[in-house]
């Protein structure tokens, strides 16, 4: 009776063992899923003001038709935890975000890569990490 109690004990401690790891792996797939989309959803808010910027006539503060001379918005640049780079051009903008979770290689943050070519709503993401 003793090896059989040993034997299920040790069995036992294997499963929970499993099931933790695969709990705390899906929580930390779950964070990286949720900075990554974050730094999307900020990213499309922050192309939606580089366009009413590119609209704007030079008169009024705006681009003239440009994305030249778009800065990012204070409110952006002073968030705890994500870095922002935008690259404006012509007619193409830039922007790169960087998140606080580690991503998928267990290094780098999780990052996020948009591109905006000219005209209305046509933009691409690339996940970095």
């Known amino acids: 009776m003793g090896q059989q109690q040993l ?9 929970v063992s ?7 792996r899906l929580f930390e797939t779950h964070n990286q899923e949720q900075n990554r989309d974050r ?4 990213l499309m808010h922050i192309y939606v003001l580089a ?3 590119k609209m704007k006539p030079v008169s009024l503060g705006g681009g003239g038709g440009s994305y030249n001379g778009f800065e990012l918005p204070i409110a952006f ?5 994500v ?10 903008l830039e922007m790169y975000a960087t998140g606080s979770v580690i991503g998928n290689d267990g290094l780098n943050p999780v990052s996020v890569t948009f591109v905006a070519p000219s005209g209305i709503l046509q933009y ?3 996940a970095a990490n």
């Open 7 to 15: 034997l299920l004990l040790i069995l036992s401690s294997i499963v």
């Open 18 to 24: 499993i099931a933790v790891y695969t709990g705390v």
């Open 39 to 42: 730094l999307q959803i900020e």
């Open 51 to 53: 366009n009413e910027y």
């Open 77 to 81: 640049a002073h968030e705890e935890g």
């Open 83 to 92: 870095t922002y780079w935008v690259g404006p051009s012509d007619q193409t």
């Open 124 to 126: 691409q993401f690339a």
